[in-house]
């Protein structure tokens, strides 16, 4: 392995690890606000229709 490859392996290896733990987090938010229903609100807005 030369030298210029390993800083670049390394780097791409840091950009996939971080990438996927942005994603990761971006996941989690949307499920949070998907099972948010407020305080004592209703689950499903049209539950009486």
């Not at 950009?15 to 499903?44: K, Q």
Request: no cysteine; proline share 4%; aromatic share 18%.
């Amino acid at each position: 392995m030369n030298k210029k490859q390993a800083p670049l392996i390394k780097n791409e290896v840091l950009r996939f690890v971080l990438r996927t733990a942005l994603y990761f987090v971006i996941m989690l938010i949307l499920v949070y606000l998907y099972n948010y229903s407020g305080i004592n609100g209703p689950h499903f807005i049209y539950n009486e229709f």
